[in-house]
Nanobody, 109 residues
Framework: QVQLVESGGGLVQPGGSLRLSCVAS????????MGWYRQAPGKERERVAY?????DTSYSDSVKGRFSMSRNENTIYLQMNDLRIEDTAVYYC?????WGQGTQVTVSS
């Protein structure tokens, strides 16, 4: 089984930046497509970024041009720039049919 651990969340002012990390460990024998998701209070979980095994990325319209996802071996990153209040949510990474525990991102002045 694979374990995923996110880090890098925190409190930031509007317009600020954060970089989230997700480290995969455990029985990793092959690469997996991976995604970053977020869930705000009272809302459904949504996918904001996705990376294929080949390294191709895609983004939701709400974050396109502001967020960037990358991968280095068993770690994926989400660089978040120009953060907005509506980006406030718990952010999760997912891959190998597993979810991380989430990391809170709060954008507030």
């Amino acid at each position: 089984q694979v374990q995923l651990v996110e880090s890098g969340g925190g409190l930031v002012q509007p317009g600020g930046s954060l970089r989230l990390s997700c480290v995969a460990s455990g029985n990793i024998f092959t690469l997996s497509p991976m995604g970053w998701y977020r869930q705000a209070p009272g809302k459904e979980r949504e996918r904001v970024a996705y990376i294929t095994i080949r390294g191709d990325t895609s983004y939701s319209d709400s974050v396109k041009g502001r967020f960037s996802m990358s991968r280095n071996e068993n770690t994926i990153y989400l660089q978040m720039n120009d953060l907005r209040i509506e980006d406030t949510a718990v952010y999760y990474c997912a891959g190998w049919a597993q979810w991380g525990q989430g990391t809170q991102v709060t954008v507030s002045s």
